[in-house]
């Protein structure tokens, strides 16, 4: 009850005094207007006041008190109504004047509360709006998830067409990662499932329906707009299509057992589905550390899940050798033939530039997923960027020695391990194609004014969601030093972009072989 005293005196505070109503959400537009005076004249709260959605419960969080609620951001009125549960004896009141609007209430996370008074006891919560959809997840025992599936219910909430919905299924849930299970707020595998435990699908925030998710709890990120910029602009550079398609991001705001668990990103896996696989002959893999295997111990290799940093994610019916493409890539970084697998140099200058202008230095060998098409008498291979909070300037560590142990330090241009040794052993026709497609990228897609206006968009879109998630989880970042802001952002992007320019200038020049300088 602390907390929920808390969350009154802080919305009283940006309480004025009205007589009447603003827009208001159905249900709630009876009600009187109460003033800050009333207010301090009310018996003492006792209890919550309970609000619904038809026969289904509203996100409330257990701590605050407080109810979240979707609507939808481009529309003008408050969407769909809700259910005040009234008891006997009670008059209701709310605190939202003829000054309260939709817009406000989305765009500044303005909320009001809701009184319920009868001669000796008082009822109150408070209500907010959000412009993103709402997960809220029961787990069965009331824990949190561990490693291993646990079985749970997910409710959706979403505004559309007027109308505030709520999808419900049962789900298994588990954690995920491996750096972010060490951290206060983790990331976590939604499996859709039918009432018998079979697979079922589910669309979350306009993405494809699916039966498998990732909630991905951007913790180490301040801005909590890197990962989807940086999803983004691969998928503005990607020219290869879906065969070299990387995962997107969707904003949500997160309950788990009744507590508000933050602004988290729904992503899709990237998985047979994602990059359209050959159901007989297609081969995907994941890489999910630097531990890189080499050509031999990938050639006898009999495991048909992982070898050393390698996962098999997926391997079509007819492949009987899942290993030899991945063997041929690590031939080529070792300066060798790739043998029967073939590298797509659009796709390698492509992906090489992407992860200069993103920085991403956790991504120049791991946390890539690499797909390989069967085509002819071989395969070709393209590599598909993940898992991206370490991009823009974002590292480990703001020691001048060293970023995060991928032996890239502070200040260097990223170089990508397989466009690196493309350069290397590049030729003059290799190297202009690389010149085009700079150029034609700095006249569309990379443009400092264009992908700072996104970022601002992205950051505005979720200003008051993560005002919410910094109070709920006020550790979370990197810590001091690391890059927190949008201008963090534009700074590291303009520098890039710079050395970019001056590094594909000189394509072809002896001390372009010395990349990270």
């Given amino acids: ?74 529309t003008r009125h408050f969407d769909g109504s809700v259910r005040l549960q009234k008891q006997e004896g009670f008059t209701y009141y709310i605190t939202a004047g003829d000054e309260y609007t939709k817009q406000d209430a989305l765009a500044r996370g303005t909320g009001f509360m809701i009184f319920g008074v009868s001669e000796t006891e008082c009822l109150a919560s408070g209500v907010i709006f959000t412009s993103l959809p709402v997960l809220m997840i029961d787990t069965q025992h009331g824990a949190l998830p561990g490693e291993e599936d646990e079985s749970g219910f997910l409710r959706l909430y979403s505004a559309e067409n007027g109308t505030i919905r709520c999808e419900e299924t049962p789900i298994e849930i588990n954690l995920r990662g491996n750096t972010s299970k060490r951290l206060p707020k983790q990331s976590y595998r939604v499996k859709i499932v039918d009432e018998h435990g079979e ?15 990732i909630l991905n709890p951007m913790y180490t990120d301040t801005s909590k707009v890197r990962e989807k910029l940086a999803y983004e602009l691969w998928a ?32 899709e896996r990237i998985d047979r589905k994602q990059v359209d696989a050959s159901k007989r002959s297609g081969i995907l893999y994941k890489i999910a550390a630097n531990d890189r295997p080499t050509v031999e111990e990938l050639l006898l290799c009999e495991n048909r899940e992982a070898c050393r940093g390698m996962e098999l994610v997926y391997a079509g019916a007819m492949v009987t050798d899942p290993w030899e493409p991945a063997a041929g890539l690590i031939r080529y970084l070792d300066g060798g033939e790739a043998g029967k697998t073939r590298m797509v140099l659009e796709n390698i200058i492509d992906y090489g530039l992407w992860a200069m202008v993103t920085q991403a230095h956790d991504c120049h060998f791991k946390n890539q997923y690499i797909h390989c098409a069967y085509e002819g008498e071989g395969y070709v291979m393209y590599k598909i960027p993940w898992d991206l909070n370490h991009t823009f300037g974002d590292c480990w560590s703001t020691e001048a020695t060293e970023s995060n142990n991928t032996e890239y330090y502070i200040g260097d241009l990223v170089v990508d391990g397989v466009f690196g040794q493309l350069v290397m052993t590049g030729n003059d026709a290799v190297y202009d194609m690389i010149r085009s497609r700079w150029a034609q990228l700095r006249g569309g897609a990379v443009q400092l004014e264009d992908i700072m206006a996104r970022a601002q968009a992205i950051f505005d879109s979720i200003l008051p969601a993560l005002a919410r998630d910094n109070a709920r989880w006020p550790e979370g970042g990197m810590g001091e030093g690391n890059s927190m802001s949008l201008k963090d952002i534009e700074v590291s992007l303009r520098d890039a972009l710079e050395r970019i320019d001056e590094y594909v200038a000189q394509l072809g020049a002896p001390e372009t072989e010395e990349a990270g300088e």
Avoid: F
């Fill in 1 to 74: 009850m602390k907390r929920i005293a808390m969350w009154i005196l802080c919305l009283m505070a940006a309480i004025m005094p009205h007589a009447a109503q603003g827009d208001m959400i159905r249900g709630l537009k009876e009600l009187p207007v109460i003033s800050v005076e009333e207010i301090a004249q009310l018996p003492k709260v006792t209890g919550e006041v309970t609000l619904t959605l038809g026969n289904h419960p509203l996100p409330r969080d257990s701590e605050t008190g407080h109810y979240l609620i979707p609507q939808d951001a481009g």
């Fill in 199 to 213: 697979k079922d699908n589910l669309s979350i925030a306009g993405l494809r329906s699916d039966d498998d998710w």
């Fill in 236 to 267: 503005a550079m990607n020219s290869s299509g879906q065969r070299a398609q990387s995962s997107r991001l969707e904003y949500a705001e997160l309950y788990i057992d009744g507590r508000y668990w933050g602004l988290y990103g729904v992503q």
